[in-house]
């Protein structure tokens, strides 16, 4: 891999690539640490040899979500799943790879594009009259937009200014919500927009099985990458309404 980075001749590297299917990592655990682990720690070595900034996109899956307040970096990890343990083993390889990395743990990210909770909302509003979501897991919906140019911001200043802040920072969107919390907004913006929704009913986790166990409290503390770094993600309804407008504009252009 490293030559094949050297070749592009970088300023700076961005790991934003994993293993993301979150169950299904569940019954593929050797597939997830491949990418997660294996993957990010090549990256890193690659970087290192090249002596520029590695910035390696991690997840809030690495904490157990036990905690009744947000999660700072200094607090220990607990992985509740293959996923999880994959990320976490991956931000040791990193580490271990290039000191110097820099390792961002984000939470809950979306965007208009592929497949994510806010587009399997609005494909669900179409079919259904009703739909249940989960209402006792809490976290920030994160854009990926805006993670996107936070990152590159980051980048930008390691590069320039030969920033030397290697670690652990937690970055997600302003703000905390449940998953109901955040299909209700998604929903009554999608209404505001003269769109059809379905009913929205609150659940219970135990009430929604699946392979993977999630952490009840995905909150994350970003006070440290504020001070360092003064970087700040908007509230996520704010960028919740922008990911809407873009989607609305999508699909009017579609069917024009």
């Not at 994510?116 to 976290?139: H, I, P, S, W």
């Not at 390691?158 to 997600?172: I, N």
């Not at 927009?193 to 609150?202: E, G, M, N, S």
């Amino acid at each position: 891999m490293a030559p094949i980075v050297a070749s592009y001749a970088p300023c700076a590297v961005v790991n934003a690539a994993a293993y993301t299917a979150v169950d299904k990592a569940e019954a593929e655990p050797a597939l997830a640490m491949g990418v997660n682990r294996d993957g990010a720690g090549a990256l890193a070595a690659a970087a290192a040899r090249l002596g520029v900034p590695f910035i390696h996109v991690s997840t809030d899956y690495v904490f157990d979500g036990r905690k009744d307040a947000p999660y700072r970096e200094e607090d220990a990890p607990c992985p509740l799943g293959a996923y999880g343990r994959s990320k976490l083993e991956g931000e040791a390889a990193v580490r271990a790879a290039w000191p110097a990395a820099v390792i961002l743990r984000t939470s809950w990210v979306y965007s208009p594009f592929g497949q994510n909770f806010v587009t399997t909302m609005l494909r669900l509003a179409t079919t259904r009259e009703k739909v249940q979501v989960v209402d006792d897991q809490y976290g920030a919906p994160t854009a990926a937009g805006d993670l996107a140019a936070a990152i590159l911001d980051l980048a930008e200043r390691l590069t320039t200014q030969r920033m030397d802040h290697g670690g652990v920072y937690h970055l997600a969107a302003s703000g905390e919500t449940t998953w109901h919390g955040f299909a209700g907004a998604i929903f009554a913006g999608w209404a505001r927009r003269r769109h059809r929704v379905p009913v929205l009913a609150p659940i219970t986790t135990a009430q929604y099985p699946t392979p993977a166990q999630r952490p009840a409290n995905s909150r994350l503390d970003c006070g440290k990458i504020a001070r360092v770094f003064g970087l700040r993600l908007p509230p996520w309804q704010t960028s919740l309404e922008r990911c809407l407008d873009q989607l609305a504009s999508a699909q009017a252009e579609a069917q024009a």
